[in-house]
């Protein structure tokens, strides 16, 4: 949302929200044992590797920096195509490490990474930025991806948004989550749409009874049309309904339990809310469920007056670091991306942001163990 217009005041939207009729018990829902379809494939793919003996298994398969494995054999992929499933060229269980922690892959690192292959867990790219049918975006996102495992991060399909999904997007999105398989899926808890018009922000929800219905009717036709559980983010907000009738995070708790999603929880955007909003962190991490939260995202803010601007401009702040070690303490060591979308840094910054993450990641993991 625009610094400017925030500081000035000069917000005002409506939004209307119409309670549809839900019949969820005849629905279908395959995903899990389509994840379990996948896992067992892999496994069979490894041992069938393996028997050949390792000499002949190390010519086929090769492992990144962090140590997940890629399948490189053209037969065993082709293989692996014929069952009907899409390729999978990564384990599902690629963030299983204690210090997973990854960054948001941008246009001027592309080519350093691939020629430098800097330690780092994973990628994350903004799915809208590769709709595109082939071009120079897809042709370095798909070489990083045989390199390192991604996550999609959604920012425009518009969830809170009463009327139908843009199947287009959809659509487009299904086509990218096919083509990079990636680890995780995940879109903002949010509405950015009217009819055809689509607004260049994530703008907040009421939380009430009839967004919750809007919210799972919109989470279950996008979860069905991928064919996978998606995560969704909570937001940064610098304004709230007064008819709001659930907090925030029991809010999102509720989602949860009634669309089987999983929740991709951002600290910068809860200390930035709870610093603006006058929200205690501390009881909003309480009633997250700890099982749902799949991920997590960490960037830096802006200081206007005593507002704070959720900017991914800079590094992560003390406080925020501190958050996310009281998150760390509650939901285990979670995959963590590190954000920087404005004033971009050179990589190494980033390296170093994700670096410090995954040392604080390491610690939490050993005081569990």
Request: glycine share 6%; net charge negative.
């Amino acid at each position: 949302m625009s610094s400017a217009l925030v500081a000035a005041g000069q917000i005002s939207f409506h939004l209307r929200l119409i309670r549809r009729p839900r019949n969820r018990a005849s629905k279908g829902f395959p995903l899990f044992q389509k994840i379990g379809e996948h896992l067992a494939l892999h496994q069979r793919l490894r041992q069938s590797l393996t028997d050949q003996g390792q000499e002949k298994a190390d010519q086929k398969i090769r492992r990144n920096r962090d140590g997940f494995v890629i399948v490189i054999d053209d037969s065993a992929v082709h293989s692996h195509r014929q069952t009907g499933l899409p390729e999978m060229r990564t384990p599902s269980s690629l963030f299983a490490a204690p210090d997973s922690t990854g960054i948001g892959l941008r246009p001027p690192h592309y080519q350093q990474i691939l020629r430098e292959r800097p330690h780092v867990g994973w990628f994350e790219v903004h799915s809208e930025n590769y709709f595109g049918a082939g071009g120079q975006p897809l042709h370095y996102l798909e070489r990083i991806r045989d390199a390192y495992p991604l996550s999609l991060h959604g920012v425009g399909l518009s969830l809170g948004s009463t009327g139908p999904l843009d199947k287009e997007h959809l659509r487009h999105l299904g086509d990218l989550v096919s083509r990079v398989q990636p680890a995780l899926v995940s879109e903002h808890l949010s509405w950015g749409r009217v009819g055809p018009r689509h607004l260049n922000d994530l703008l907040p929800l009421p939380y009430t009874d009839e967004a919750l219905d809007v919210v799972c009717d919109h989470i279950d036709e996008l979860q069905e049309s991928l064919q996978r559980q998606i995560l969704i983010e909570n937001i940064s907000s610098y304004v709230q309904f007064r008819h709001s009738t659930l907090p925030e995070a029991e809010f999102i708790a509720q989602v949860v339990r009634r669309t089987d999603c999983g929740i991709l929880l951002d600290v910068n955007n809860l200390y930035v809310n709870g610093v603006n909003n006058d929200i205690d962190p501390e009881t909003y991490l309480d009633a997250l469920p700890v099982d749902a939260i799949r991920e997590i995202h960490l960037a830096g803010h802006d200081r206007v007056g005593t507002l704070l601007i959720d900017t991914h401009g800079t590094r992560v702040a003390p406080a925020v670091w501190e958050l996310y070690v009281r998150a760390l303490d509650r939901f285990g060591t979670v995959p963590t991306l590190i954000e920087w979308d404005t004033d971009i840094p050179p990589l190494e910054v980033l390296l170093e942001e994700s670096s410090h993450a995954a040392t604080l990641m390491r610690a939490r993991h050993a005081l569990a163990s």
